[in-house]
């Protein structure tokens, strides 16, 4: 991830916190194994009305050695994550989105940031929890994850989540 464009001087659209706690049932938490990447995922959708358009958050930790244990906490900045990291979280965000999250309107990929994993459960069940704060999200094409030429942007003061493998 190193090497991401800085911004320019945009004016980005600035969101507030966003805190997503969750029980074991309800959290929208999957582990993946593709390819042996193992992924842990989390994500709350929210609108201003039952109607929307909807916005979408997610936090996404990947872990490129699943069979080796992760060493928690993992803290850094996004644009340090480098091509050999083992562990590293992502983040995207979704703005005008469909009730269930999909269909966005715009898509923006988190690219500069704080974030901390505390806890990050992998098998049958376990927590996933953590913050990221201070995140510019610049908007991507969701076919090839590329930047938009002169999109926009998205800063977010903080997204914290307490979620839990059911």
């Given at each position: 991830m190193s090497g991401q464009p800085v911004d320019g001087g945009l004016n980005c659209l600035q969101l507030q916190p966003i805190n997503w706690?969750?029980?074991?049932?309800?959290?929208?938490?999957?582990?993946?194994?593709?390819g042996g990447t193992a992924v842990l995922s989390t994500g709350v959708v929210s609108g201003p009305s039952a109607q929307g358009p909807f916005l979408t958050v997610d936090a996404t930790l990947y872990n490129e050695a699943p069979a080796t244990p992760l060493v928690l906490p993992l803290a850094g900045t996004f644009q340090t994550i480098s091509a050999d990291a083992i562990a590293y979280p992502v983040s995207l965000l979704g703005l005008n989105c469909a009730m269930d999250g999909s269909n966005c309107m715009q898509v923006f990929f988190g690219v500069q940031g704080n974030y901390s994993i505390t806890a990050a459960g992998v098998g049958a069940s376990g927590p996933f929890n953590g913050a990221f704060t201070n995140i510019r999200y610049r908007q991507i094409d969701p076919m090839t994850f590329r930047a938009v030429?002169?999109?926009?942007?998205?800063?977010?003061?903080?997204?914290?989540?307490?979620?839990?493998?059911?």
């Open positions: 706690t969750s029980g074991a049932g309800s959290a929208s938490l999957e582990f993946i194994r593709d030429p002169d999109g926009g942007c998205v800063d977010l003061a903080a997204f914290n989540f307490m979620t839990s493998w059911p």
